[in-house]
Each structure stands twice: as structure tokens, then as C-alpha cells.
């Protein structure tokens, strides 16, 4: 059994930046620990990425902040998560969701059984998207989410979208 690690958007602009939260500031030592008890070879990450015409963008019409435009100090990974795992498949991902991400560990699920986790930010919108993506391309496999590896954009809509994972057989841990 391959247990492949998924660490999500831990971006500057996520963690400190223009949508930082203490929150997210305060999981990036479970985060690093968490990437540590996986081999470098088992580790993905997702990274947001948008172009300066974001705000044009239909996400840039709701959430009119200006954020991980590609190559600015704010859409790159924190770099000590960035450290932690050097050989990590980095996948940029336009949207909440990736299907990249998905067909990549649909071919990974193809040649060995696997189980995949998830951490990262913002539980209530990427790492939530990701795991029903995930759950939804990949139904017989294990997914599951370490919540003290996540942080939501508020404290309660982190909880409500643990609770929607939960309830689409997502295991939160």
C-alpha cells in the first residue's frame, strides 16, 4: 500500500500574505511534521495560481483580492513546507480544484494500491474540493484529511467543511 501525501496552497499569500489568517499560521509546524513521516518520492502539492487578470476572472469577481499571481513572493510555498519537501510533484492549479492532481493519483491507483491525505489550506474551499474530487475519481480509495494540518478561512467554516468531508466519506482525522 503507496500512502501518498497531498499538501495544499501552503502559500505565502495564504499564511501571512493579503488572505492570511493566525490560523494558517499556526499549522505550519504540523504541516512541516506531517510531511516529514512520508517518503520524499509520496509527496504532491497543489499551488493556487492566477495570472494579474485575476480580478476579471469569474473566483476574482467574488473574492476581489488579488492573490498567488504567478511568480510573486505570495504565490509561492512557504519556504520552509517548500524545504520540507524538496522532491514534492507541484502541481498549479487555476481553481479550487484539481484534476490534474486527480488523474495523476488515478495512474498512481493504477499500478498499486494507495491512500492518500491531505493537508494545507483553506479547508473550506481548496482542501475541501480536492478530497470530493479525489473521493469522487478515486471512490474505493482511502482519502482522508489531518485537521490540525488545515485551517479554513474562518474557525467555522473550517468546522463545516471537516463536517461535509465527513459526510462524503472523506475521513478527518
Known sequence: MKK?????????????GTLGTREAQAIIENVIAKIHDYPTDC??????????????????????????????????????????????????????GSSELCERLYEESGKEEIEIELVGLCTDICVVTNALLLKTRLPETKVSVDASCCAGVTVESHEAALTTMKMCQVEVD
Request: glycine fraction near 4%.
Open 4 to 16: 501518498i501525501l497531498v499538501v495544499i496552497d501552503m502559500q505565502n499569500d495564504f499564511i501571512d
Open 43 to 96: 509527496i504532491y502539492a497543489t499551488r493556487d495560481t492566477h495570472e494579474e487578470n485575476y480580478l476579471e476572472t469569474s473566483e476574482g469577481r467574488y473574492l476581489p483580492v488579488k492573490h498567488c499571481i504567478a511568480g510573486t513572493k505570495g504565490w509561492e510555498i512557504r519556504k520552509e513546507v517548500a524545504e520540507a519537501m524538496p522532491k514534492a510533484i507541484v502541481i498549479d492549479k487555476p481553481s479550487f
